[in-house]
């Protein structure tokens, strides 16, 4: 079955930069779209980025928009968020996911595997 773990999270000053990844095993990971999503304490899970089965489109909730950038690996089978001026407001959850279809989407119902998340922590 398909299993996705993220790394990389951690506690970083605002205005610092963090990158976090995402390593997938189970299905052809080539084949399939990647997201990005977060949940801070008390709000819902929200988009963050997602890129297609090629790597060459990629989608930013406006948020985070010039600010992250999302990228694959496909020789490694994983998937990367750079999170660069990072801003107290983007603490979170951040979760990986699989789509089940080749094309970058932003609805959360759209991705198929989860991964167990890894904790991002941006202090003033």
């Known amino acids: 079955q398909v299993q996705l773990v993220e790394s990389g999270g951690g506690l970083v000053q605002a205005g610092g930069s963090l990158r976090v990844s995402c390593a997938a095993s189970?299905?052809?990971?080539?084949?399939?779209?990647m997201g990005w999503f977060r949940q801070a304490p008390g709000k819902e899970r929200e988009f963050v980025a997602a890129?297609?089965?090629?790597?060459?489109?990629?989608l930013y909730a406006d948020s985070v928009k010039g600010r992250f950038t999302i990228s694959r690996a496909v020789a490694r089978n994983t998937v990367y968020l750079q999170m660069n001026n990072l801003k107290p407001e983007d603490t979170a959850v951040y979760y990986c996911?699989?789509?089940?279809?080749?094309?970058?989407?932003?609805?959360?119902?759209?991705?198929?595997?989860w991964g167990q998340g890894t904790l991002v922590t941006v202090s003033e």
């Open positions: 890129i297609d089965w090629t790597g060459s489109i990629t």
């Open positions: 996911a699989e789509s089940s279809s080749r094309y970058a989407q932003t609805d959360v119902t759209q991705f198929e595997y």
């Open positions: 189970g299905r052809t990971f080539s084949n399939y779209a």
